[in-house]
């Protein structure tokens, strides 16, 4: 079974940048890939999803322009670069892969979650 792994979470400024990793411990050309986050009383949403070979992303309207997701298969990581963050995209943001490749920005899709890394993001 893939585990998953973020990380590179942490507390930055409004407008600064932030990358995440995620490490999968076994190699994943065939799992679409896909980024959520949640805040605190809130229900987990779909940031940014990408095929298994990277070739379709999608993204939420809220971090369109502004976060961009990408994978390199042959270390089994996935990347979502975060710039011009803002104070709402603060959450706890998780990685989550299947190989039932659906709508990628749906809960539903993903089978395997990682644990998550934290993002705090002051205004």
């Known amino acids: 079974r893939v585990q998953l792994v973020e990380s590179g979470g942490g507390s930055v400024q409004a407008g600064g940048n932030l990358t995440l990793s995620c490490v999968a411990s076994?190699?994943?050309?065939?799992?679409?890939m896909g980024w959520f986050r949640q805040a605190p009383g809130k229900e987990r949403e779909g940031v940014a999803g990408?095929?298994?070979?990277?070739?379709?992303?999608t993204y939420a309207d809220s971090v369109k322009g502004r976060f961009t997701v990408s994978r390199d298969n042959a270390k089994s990581v996935v990347w979502l670069q975060m710039n011009r963050l803002q104070s709402e995209d603060t959450a706890m943001y998780y990685c989550?892969?299947?190989?039932?490749?659906?709508?990628?920005?749906?809960?539903?899709?993903?089978?395997?979650w990682g644990q998550g890394t934290q993002v705090t993001v002051s205004s």
């Open positions: 990408i095929s298994t070979g990277g070739g379709r992303k």
């Open positions: 989550a892969a299947s190989r039932q490749c659906g709508r990628l920005l749906t809960v539903d899709t993903y089978n395997l």
């Open positions: 076994e190699f994943i050309f065939d799992y679409c």
